[in-house]
């Protein structure tokens, strides 16, 4: 790989940006000023950046995140921070979430860079399992389990809601788990039912659920179980 296109995948900038900062000598290889942009990097070889090591990630990443509120899920947004700010990973830029949720919605969000996992994650097709704590601003109904699981109607839309599990922890908090990715699907779930959710927090996706000692904005990659668990059939 040509050095300039390395160091642009690396700092997350242009080519031109790239090469600018090559030329100005604060980047070398294995100890030694390179001004060539056109220079053959190697996998033996060591790349610094002001001093600071470069490292040429090897194959597919995949980590879990407690997202905290106020952050977004896509990559780039020039209006509000996103949940790249907590990945203190080379090329973090090229990671995405498999499953977004809403800027002011917390909790589970798994992060990688294979577009294949993800889709699996995301595909209807799959039916990945993902759970929520919901906090409402009403008592939960005493029937809203029942139509839950039957199915309901959301707005503008045509198709009832796939059936999904009710469990009612206090008269405002409830555990709900769905087995579809509508657009903002649970805040619109209980629209429908007379009822509006004030706090929402994802705890699971399919076998995956987040990790209890995870303070929001913190992260861990995942196990091998974990992302072999995706595109399995719930048990």
């Not at 940006?17 to 000023?33: H, K, Y």
């Not at 220079?39 to 090897?58: A, I, R, S």
């Not at 952050?71 to 996103?82: F, G, K, L, M, N």
């Not at 903002?184 to 209980?190: G, I, P, S, Y």
């Amino acid at each position: 790989m040509r050095l300039e296109k390395f160091i642009a995948q690396q700092l997350g900038v242009s080519r031109a940006i790239a090469g600018r900062e090559i030329r100005a000598s604060r980047v070398t290889v294995d100890g030694e000023i390179i001004k060539l942009s056109a220079f053959k990097v190697l996998p033996e070889h060591t790349v610094e950046y002001d001093g600071n090591p470069l490292t040429q990630p090897t194959g597919p990443r995949y980590f879990m995140l407690n997202k905290p509120q106020g952050y977004v899920c896509s990559t780039d947004d020039p209006d509000h921070p996103t949940v790249l700010y907590f990945l203190d990973e080379p090329l973090a830029h090229k990671l995405h979430a498999a499953g977004r949720l809403d800027i002011d919605t917390t909790g589970l969000v798994l992060m990688t860079d294979d577009g294949q996992w993800s889709h699996r994650v995301t595909s209807p097709r799959h039916h990945c399992e993902k759970t929520y704590l919901v906090t409402l601003e009403s008592p939960v109904s005493d029937d809203t389990a029942e139509q839950f699981t039957k199915g309901v109607q959301l707005h503008n839309e045509k198709d009832l809601t796939k059936p999904a599990q009710l469990d009612v922890l206090t008269p405002t908090e409830v555990r709900l788990t769905i087995s579809e990715g509508r657009y903002h699907q649970v805040k619109r779930m209980f629209a429908a039912v007379g009822n509006h959710v004030v706090g929402l927090h994802r705890e699971r996706i399919g076998e995956i659920k987040l990790d209890d000692d995870l303070a929001p904005g913190e992260y861990r990659a995942l196990t091998e179980d974990e992302i072999a668990s995706v595109g399995l059939s719930p048990r």
